[in-house]
């Protein structure tokens, strides 16, 4: 078997070389991009479930602090929102500032994937261009040569002409595939980020309403002291 591949190699000519360059560089970038984002997707996971728990009990400061420590891409995003709350500001102004986080992480995120289309598309191109160049030299050779030859040769020289296609599209189909798989788990984290950022800002708006409702409660309870305190004082007779 590695015997007939060396040889479809060989006789596809010039232009398998540049397609085998193309799908190497094509499967270095898939696994780089595929090692990333599931460490990635693992260490967002991890410190969110860290920061969740802390958020809750309204630890702001220890959440603030892991979240500029962790470096990740959630805890930065995240990090975003609690530095706006540190400053008194309302959930609009967390929200904006968690969507700028989460605009900000997303080109690593994006990074290099769209290469993957690019490089699937030059291989079948050059795979195209290979076979019509190999078109072309065989009908000028089949034009100078002895009428007898003229159908075999022409049958041989299309056919090592049509091995740049098919390496071509032995290079871009997988790369195809490989490029919608990285496209799918890059959304997916995204839309971790979205759900992440909703539920931080759920726990938000609970907390400013447990203390927005506090306060009314204790200003009855003073008002109703102040009026029950004259209702106590002793009248005075006069002398």
């Known amino acids: 078997m590695i015997d007939t591949a060396v040889r479809f190699f060989q006789e596809g000519g010039f232009f398998m070389f540049p397609i085998a360059i193309v799908l190497i560089v094509g499967l270095i970038v898939a696994i780089e991009r595929y090692v990333y984002l599931s460490a990635q997707k693992i260490i967002n996971r991890r410190d969110f479930n860290r920061l969740h728990p802390m958020i809750a009990k309204r630890d702001f400061k220890g959440a603030l602090n892991y979240a500029q420590e962790s470096g990740s ?26 969507e700028e986080g989460l605009l900000d992480v997303m080109p690593r995120l994006e990074k290099r994937t769209q ?12 795979g195209l261009l290979g076979t019509i160049i190999g078109l072309i030299a065989a009908f000028t050779a089949v034009a100078a040569a002895d009428p007898a030859q003229k ?12 091995n740049t296609t098919a390496f071509g599209l032995m290079s871009a189909i997988p790369i195809l ?26 726990l938000l708006s609970d907390g400013s309403g447990s203390r927005s409702g506090a306060a009314p409660t204790g200003q009855a309870a003073s008002s109703s002291a102040s009026a029950a305190a004259p209702a106590s004082t002793p009248a005075r007779t006069p002398a």
């Open 73 to 98: 891409a959630m805890s930065e995003m995240i990090g975003f929102g609690l530095q706006r709350l540190a400053r008194r500001q309302g959930r609009e102004d967390i929200e904006y500032a968690m």
């Open 115 to 126: 290469y993957l289309a690019t490089l699937a598309n030059i291989a079948t191109l050059l």
């Open 151 to 162: 159908a075999s040769l022409l049958s041989q020289s299309i056919s090592v002409a049509m």
């Open 177 to 202: 595939l490989i490029h919608s798989v990285l496209q799918t788990k890059t959304n997916e984290i995204v839309d971790s980020f979205e759900m992440a950022g909703i539920k931080v800002l759920n």
